[in-house]
């Protein structure tokens, strides 16, 4: 049951993958990718990461995913139409199907790799316990993590400085506003 | 588990190994709040610079110390004597850049502030790289590093190359920053952990390294870190960008992001088999060969140093491959690199930072035309520039040479000597462009016709860190014996 369910989903996360590239009016990528995030979260319930899961449907379904809804609003560009469908027409140069080969060879690799390889009893061993109970993660977050987990908090500023700069226009007072 | 475990992990020795860093990011706060406080630009110049200067000097404090903290927080980040080093040289190529960077911009100038906030956060982020002892932390501190760079590259955004910049830029630094991840995701799968304590002994090693998914791993690791330093063939991106970003900026990136990336390569070549070393041995020479062979026919300065940049990064990994190939001399390579990119901060810094000197005073400095005659009309920065082009070229007397001696050294004791014959002879060929630009500064006049420039007197903070890089580039050259005892 759970097998096939994981197949179910990681076929779902896939298909919303490829049509996120695929699809012709912007809209229709933003459904995709959603579709992918949901099946996503299907397989980490599934492999017995509950808050992760949590946070997928929150963060990025919910979030993330309105402000992209929000930018296309913006920006217009659902008046390219809001029809679902396909377009192959940026995959026909030779150079695009070239890497797109590469591509698949290089997932191909990873995946007999992947065959081949045999866990170490660590990482075996982390999926048998809960590990992203909440009260486990806060535990990480805040004791072997602590020092990314800080960083982070640095970084998020920075960022946030530097998206400002970026959409910057003229400072007020300091000349004419555009 | 008690509550406290906080405190087991942010010790007293995890406060000394981190203060350094803690200091910036509390001068990045204040700088930030200082910019919507009714006070003037002195006084955010004023927290720049002592911000810095901490956290220099407590990196020197670690430096001075015998005991130095070593893993903390959950062997997560390491300060030792080598970290200080490298942190010291951050500081300074921040200071460097930030200093030409004061009078450079015209129509920013009223973001100035922010555009020192993005600059106080690179320091951070390559501090954590340099110490980083996992990929978690080294990744945070790649990002931390890059992101103002994405946005410091774009600065100027009437000019469309200088948005051009910061877009290449930033696509192919998000492609880098992917293929780290899924490495680390890799190695995490097959080794169960993303420290580098798990490849602490051989024997562990060898084990990780029979892993075809490992090995997957490691190659887009290095993939990432090779992009970051500019070495073949992740090294086309380089000119675009350091010619479209505003000068000062292309200065921090060419000697702090590069710095930074060595210092972490430098840590983490324990994760690469021994018998890579002759594969980076060749990476480094096609670097030196691809970096030299474009830049002798550069007519554009900035260009023609952006390849250059990409030589050295092909100097420097040849010391990373002597010490993968097990250099007898216990911390030569080490110390090699530290004093290569010390130099290299000193010389390039100071270089980068004259044409911006140059540019803002409205002299068409970027091509070599323009520096035709520089010699009869501004000797005083007509000689500095010639010092910091002999250092690069790599000529006895300045810093750049004993560096370069000291690399190929590494290399001849760890049984590359066709190697570092073929580096050598490369950077023979280096020498070619290096003093075209001496040749033009000196030897020809103004062509006819071009308009004449009144030239503004040059800025306090310029001055004082042009002093700074050539004095350093001579001492270096000179006297090194403090620099080697220290490293």
């Not at chain 2, 110049?45 to 015998?66: C, D, K, Q, W």
Request: aromatic letters at 10%; proline letters at 3%; a neutral charge.
């Amino acid at each position: 049951m759970s097998a096939a369910l994981f197949y179910l989903a990681s076929l779902i996360a896939l298909c919303g993958a490829a049509g996120v590239i695929l699809a012709k009016s912007a809209m229709g990528s933003v459904i995709s990718l959603l579709a992918s995030f949901f099946a996503l979260a299907v397989i980490y319930l599934l492999a017995g990461f509950q808050f992760m899961a949590a946070a997928q449907i929150l963060v990025y379904a919910g979030a993330i995913l309105v402000l992209f809804l929000f930018v296309i609003m913006l920006l217009n560009l659902g008046a390219l139409g809001t029809k679902f469908e396909l377009s192959f027409a940026p995959f026909q140069s030779a150079r695009a199907k070239l890497a797109c080969a590469i591509a698949v060879g290089l997932g191909l690799i990873g995946l007999i790799a992947a065959q081949r390889a045999s866990l170490p009893e660590s990482v075996a061993q982390a999926s048998a316990e809960p590990i992203d109970s909440v009260h486990n993660l806060a535990l990480a977050l805040f004791g072997r993590y602590s020092l990314p987990f800080q960083a982070v908090s640095v970084l998020l500023l920075v960022t946030m400085v530097a998206v400002m700069v970026l959409a910057k226009r003229k400072r007020v007072g300091k000349g004419n506003e555009q | 588990m008690n509550p406290q475990s906080l405190q087991t992990y942010f010790d007293g020795a995890a406060f000394v190994a981190l203060s350094p860093l803690i200091v910036i990011a509390l001068g990045l706060l204040l700088l930030l709040l200082s910019s919507v406080l009714p006070v003037g630009r002195s006084v955010s110049n004023l927290l720049m610079l002592g911000t810095l200067l901490g956290s220099a000097a407590l990196h020197a404090r670690i430096l001075a110390s015998e005991q130095v903290p070593g893993l903390v927080v959950g062997r997560s980040y390491a300060a030792d004597h080598t970290s200080a080093i490298w942190g010291i040289l951050f500081v300074l190529g921040t200071l460097i850049a930030w200093l030409y960077s004061l009078r450079y911009y015209e129509d920013e100038r009223a973001f100035q502030t922010e555009h020192d906030v993005l600059m106080l956060a690179t320091p951070l982020g390559m501090m954590l790289m340099a110490g980083a002892h996992d990929l978690i932390v080294f990744f945070i501190g790649l990002e931390l590093l890059s992101i103002p760079l994405y946005a410091l590259a774009a600065f100027r955004r009437s000019r469309t190359k200088s948005v051009e910049a910061g877009l290449k830029y930033f696509l192919l630094g998000a492609f880098g920053a992917a293929f780290f991840l899924y490495g680390s995701a890799l190695i995490y799968t097959t080794t169960g952990s993303i420290s580098l304590d798990a490849f602490a002994d051989d024997a562990r090693r060898s084990a990780i390294l029979g892993e075809p998914l490992a090995l997957a791993g490691i190659a887009l690791v290095a993939a990432s870190v090779f992009f970051k330093i500019s070495a073949f063939p992740f090294h086309l991106w380089v000119p675009d960008v350091y010619e479209g970003s505003p000068t000062p900026v292309t200065a921090l990136m060419a000697t702090g992001t590069k710095a930074a990336a060595f210092a972490f390569l430098m840590n983490a070549a324990v994760i690469l088999p021994h018998s890579a070393a002759n594969s980076v041995a060749l990476i480094a020479l096609l670097t030196m060969a691809a970096g030299n062979f474009a830049a002798l026919v550069q007519t554009d300065v900035k260009r023609m140093l952006a390849y250059s940049g990409i030589a050295h990064a092909g100097t420097l990994l040849l010391a990373v491959a002597g010490s993968l190939a097990g250099d007898p001399k216990a911390g030569a390579a080490l110390e090699a690199s530290l004093f290569y990119m010390g130099a290299y901060v000193a010389t390039a810094g100071g270089a980068f930072g004259l044409l911006a000197l140059l540019e803002r005073d409205g002299e068409h400095t970027t091509t070599l035309d323009g520096l035709r005659g520089l010699g009869q009309r501004r000797p005083v920065i007509a000689a500095a520039l010639t010092l910091f082009m002999l250092s690069l070229g790599g000529i006895p007397a300045t810093g750049g040479f004993l560096g370069k001696y000291l690399v190929f050294s590494v290399a001849v004791r760890a049984d590359m000597t066709i190697y570092a014959a073929l580096g050598v002879l490369l950077s023979v060929v280096a020498l070619g462009y290096y003093l075209r630009v001496v040749i033009a500064m000196w030897m020809q006049s103004q062509p006819e016709g071009s308009p004449s420039v009144d030239s503004k007197p040059v800025a306090l903070a310029a001055t004082f860190a042009s002093a700074v890089c050539a004095a350093l580039v001579l001492w270096m050259g000179i006297l090194p014996r403090w620099f080697l005892d220290t490293m």
